[in-house]
């Protein structure tokens, strides 16, 4: 990330990390924890975090009262542990809720580097983002962690903030549930207008959903090199996860021959037959009719299209789900429904045409 006094593009500040994250992530407590530690310095949940990190009874629940409930049996089960070099740090602690002099003591009695982490992104408030990476890493186990990092630093023009708004992440995990609900397997998936290559992260991340492979389709030229960087992890296991750049009007959704980049620049023949066509832009396609025409009878289709009809390049946005079902329609409907996301609601079809 660009150190300068003018933000990057793809900055994401420390609030949206931590928000974002938590937002991908909802199973995970900890997160929530960690957001109120690092920006609002909140004592309990530095407390429930360390409680998470050592598994130590003595450091959540005595040091806690000692701190929080000024328990003097607490606080004096403490003591009998410390050397007395570190009474003045705990006195601090207790009487003015003093942080530094809190993680000292932390420290001291738990001599584990993860805290010493914990310490270092609460006391600097998450402002550096290797450190707040770290300090999510302890919590979250993906991949998505190191491959976002390195993209944010590796693309500091790109417009990957937009990619990870709020309202992107809530309608792709919507996305992502509902499937999960269906219990199908989606085989081999072409991801229409498939930008920066989100919605296969988190595809790829559910455990409860199958797919053999994801092949991301978009005309912008700047977005399979993001959206390959963003899902590494499944470019590398034998091209699981590929982007090209493809006029989606030109793909034959039966079977597909066409060339596609490696990273290195030259160019390789693919060939791929889909069973699962996604297109969450629907509101953006051009022709939409000719487009919807070219997709085989029988193929699993899931579609997301919006009301947001105040931007310009929003030229193909539906009322409401009946009206989504008029220009999609489909022999079987496995789901309709709308999310509201404030300025506008987003709509979701999944089904067989």
């Given at each position: ?15 949206e990390?931590l928000?974002r ?6 199973n ?9 530690a690092?920006?609002?310095?909140d004592?309990?949940s ?8 050592t598994?130590?009874?003595l450091l ?23 050397d ?23 420290i ?16 600097n ?25 390195k ?16 309202g992107?992440?809530h309608?792709?995990?919507w ?6 609900k ?15 290559g ?10 409860k ?24 992890p ?26 596609t ?23 953006h ?10 997709i ?13 009809k ?37 709509y ?6």
């Amino acid at each position: 990330m660009s150190n300068s006094s003018t933000k990057s593009k793809s900055h994401l500040e420390t609030h949206e990390l931590l928000d974002r994250f938590e937002l991908l992530y909802d199973n995970v407590d900890e997160l929530k924890d960690l957001r109120r530690a690092v920006l609002d310095q909140d004592l309990s949940s530095i407390f429930r975090l360390i409680g998470f990190i050592t598994r130590s009874r003595l450091l959540y629940e005595e040091l806690r009262k000692a701190v929080l409930e000024t328990n003097l049996h607490s606080l004096f089960r403490v003591l009998a542990i410390l050397d007395k070099k570190e009474f003045e740090e705990l006195r601090k602690a207790v009487l003015e809720k003093n942080i530094h002099s809190l993680f000292r003591v932390l420290i001291v009695l738990s001599r584990d580097e993860k805290v010493e982490l914990l310490r270092n992104v609460v006391i600097n408030e998450g402002k550096d983002p290797e450190v707040l990476f770290k300090a999510i890493s302890i919590f979250v186990q993906s991949p998505l962690l190191e491959s976002l990092q390195k993209t944010l630093r590796t693309y500091p023009e790109s417009t990957i903030k937009d990619a990870f708004a709020r309202g992107q992440l809530h309608s792709k995990k919507w996305l992502v549930a509902e499937v999960e609900k269906l219990g199908m397997h989606l085989g081999t998936v072409f991801l229409c207008a498939g930008w920066y290559g989100t919605l296969a992260t988190m595809l790829f991340e559910s455990k409860k959903i199958h797919l053999d492979k994801i092949r991301s389709f978009d005309i912008d030229e700047s977005c399979w090199r993001i959206a390959e960087s963003i899902n590494k992890p499944w470019v590398m296991n034998e091209w699981s996860f590929k982007a090209t750049t493809q006029d989606i009007h030109d793909i034959n959704f039966s079977e597909y021959t066409y060339n596609t980049l490696r990273s290195n620049g030259t160019e390789r023949e693919l060939f791929d037959a889909p069973n699962t066509i996604i297109n969450t832009s629907c509101e953006h396609i051009e022709n939409w009719d000719k487009w919807w025409a070219g997709i085989p009878k029988g193929k699993l289709c899931i579609l997301q299209s919006n009301d947001y009809k105040a931007l310009p390049e929003h030229i193909n946005c539906v009322d409401d789900v009946d009206h989504f079902k008029q220009i999609a329609p489909m022999t079987t409907y496995l789901y309709g429904g709308d999310l509201i996301l404030g300025k506008y609601t987003r709509y979701m079809l999944i089904g067989i045409k």
